[in-house]
């Protein structure tokens, strides 16, 4: 399966951490290649910002390498994904917030969505609605304090706030859990074994979701 993974967002070290979540799903035989939007905002928190974002997304598409299976947008603003699919109608493409809202109807029950600063939560909410999810999400939880650090390093840096947000959630009874914002990419690993619930990565979700398409056509 050959992948084009794109951040829509432009900050390297936020691309190489999608690109290790997705490739630490491969199976043999698979060719997940992660680029940056090739211009935009380093952090996609507006409607202003995604609109900026959508261009440089469309411009790493056009210069990829060779030929390739499917597209995941990983940002969860699935930025740029009507455009995407408007100019590549023959190839499945897929943003991880609708790919980790699959997953997390699959699943069933309430669920919550944990993110890293209090300014992306409303736009993670919205996105929940705009995935018909807006009934059964909890609530969207963050820590209270406005974004301080590099994005590429808050996976890191707030792992205890993140992890407590986290069983604070399942206390509450969350059935699962979905990391939202591509700076995140990758944490579930890290955070699931000590949670009783499924944690949820949308980059991950992406890829077996796009496998799944592409074995049943």
């Known amino acids: ?50 609109e900026a974002a959508t261009l440089g997304v469309l411009q790493a598409i056009a210069a990829r390498d060779g030929p390739i299976d499917g597209i995941v947008l990983a940002s969860f603003g699935d930025t740029g ?44 909410s919205e996105k929940a609605a705009e995935h018909g999810m ?6 969207v939880a963050s820590p209270a304090l406005p974004l301080a650090h590099d994005p590429a390093d808050v996976a890191d840096r707030m792992l205890p706030a993140l992890l407590e947000l986290c069983h604070d959630c399942e206390a509450e009874g969350a059935r699962s859990i979905v990391l939202g914002g591509g700076p ?6 890290t955070i699931a074994p000590s949670c009783a619930v499924k944690v949820v990565d949308g980059t991950q979700s992406a890829v077996g979701l796009l496998r799944e398409r592409l074995v049943t056509g």
């Open 1 to 50: 399966m050959r992948l084009l993974i794109v951040n829509p967002n432009t900050t390297p070290g936020v691309t190489a951490r999608i690109d290790a979540a997705a490739q630490a799903v491969a199976k043999p035989g698979d060719r997940f290649t992660t680029v940056s939007a090739a211009s935009g905002p380093a952090l996609i928190v507006t409607e202003a910002d995604a």
């Open 134 to 139: 807006a009934g059964a999400l909890m609530r």
């Open 81 to 124: 994904a009507r455009e995407v699919r408007r100019r590549y109608p023959d190839l499945p493409v897929l943003g991880i917030a609708e790919a980790a809202f699959t997953e997390v109807r699959r699943i069933g029950g309430p669920f919550a969505i944990v993110t890293f600063a209090p300014e992306v939560a409303g736009p993670l």
């Open 184 to 189: 995140l990419a990758g944490l579930a690993s």
